[in-house]
């Protein structure tokens, strides 16, 4: 771009550009912009030599934008927009609020509505930070933490620090009970089921999503079939359709299992806790990363739903 027509393009021509664009007038944006008609015309005419294209067609009635006009238009808004939100955004950076912040929440604890409502909460406190969300299967947590970019995540596996980057905090466990449809073989058999009774049935498992780090098998026994399916919901789907069998987070077990969609059974060897951490950043934290830190401490009830399959410590 020559420096003839970087100059050209400053706030003010922007500014002109966009108003006769969005209401389709010279007179209107002369009002608008407090110009004459005359002057506004001229601005025009000299943005569109800088550029060499057409950037309206006029006629006696009306303006409208030409395929050059309609193209910088898109342009424009953008860089304008941006220009009206650079000082805030400046300001956020001064005050040591993430510019863009990514969190990642473990499958397991993954809530739609929680997640609409806690977006909503952090765009009006931090409206200028850009928020991803990301779900995560088991190893595939700290895959995202490790490798994508992700400043704080709800649910990593374990207690402890995978990385010296890296700090945790505990939350609790996930603790685990053993469900098949009612119309199951093993919904009326009696006393413990041992392997050898449930080998026979493919375990329904969601699939681990690393990329980097190797994937991680939540239950199966040796010899067994596994049914994968992407998420903890089309994993209850599963269990309630009779097409396999495993184990789901306590208390949905026992809200399914009160619903009578699902039974709960005992068995000879059961599948361990699963201890969860809260996992953040230790250089380069910023406000937010504190104040969901905060929040997840204090079990505040925007934050709470997340945490319902959790067993908290003691």
């Known amino acids: 771009m020559s420096e003839s027509l970087k100059s050209r393009l400053g706030q003010d021509e922007l500014r002109t550009f966009l108003a006769v664009a969005r209401l389709r007038s010279f007179s209107a944006a ?20 800088s550029v060499a294209a057409p950037l309206f067609q006029r006629t006696t009635r009306s303006v409208t934008l030409t395929p050059s006009g309609e193209y910088l238009y898109e342009k424009a808004s953008q ?19 993430e510019p863009s912040f990514n969190l990642v929440i473990n499958n397991l604890l993954y809530d739609s509505a929680s997640v609409a409502v806690l977006l909503a909460h952090l765009a009006e406190r931090f409206p200028y930070t850009a928020i991803s969300v990301r779900r995560a299967v088991y190893m595939g947590v700290w895959d995202q933490m490790l490798y994508n970019g992700g400043h704080l995540a709800l649910g990593v596996p374990g207690f402890d620090s995978l990385h010296d980057d890296f700090l945790t905090t505990p939350l609790g466990s996930v603790n685990w009970v053993f469900v098949v449809a009612p119309g199951h073989p093993l919904a009326l058999s ?3 089921l041992g392997s050898d ?11 681990d999503t690393s990329v ?59 599948r361990l806790p699963s201890p969860l951490a ?26 709470q739903p997340f945490f319902a399959p959790i067993d908290p410590l003691i």
Not at 79 to 97: H, S, Y
């Open 197 to 207: 009774d449930l080998r026979v049935y493919p375990a329904i498992n969601v699939e």
């Open 190 to 192: 009696q006393g413990p």
């Open 212 to 270: 980097h780090i190797t994937k991680r098998t939540a239950w199966r026994l040796p010899r067994q079939r596994e049914l994968l399916v992407p998420d903890m919901q089309t994993k209850i789907s599963c269990h309630v359709a009779g097409l396999g069998v495993g184990f789901l987070p306590a208390p949905i077990a026992g809200e399914l299992s009160r619903q009578r969609l699902l039974v709960e059974r005992p068995v000879v060897v059961g």
């Open 30 to 49: 002369a009002d608008l912009l407090h110009k004459s008609t005359s002057a506004i015309s001229y601005r025009i005419k000299t943005l569109e030599d």
């Open 79 to 97: 860089i304008f927009d941006w220009l009206q939100t650079l000082p805030d955004e400046l300001k956020q950076v001064k005050e040591g609020i």
């Open 278 to 303: 809260l996992a953040w950043r230790r250089v380069g934290a910023g406000q937010i990363t504190a104040y969901l830190r905060e929040f997840c401490v204090a079990r505040d009830r925007i934050i």
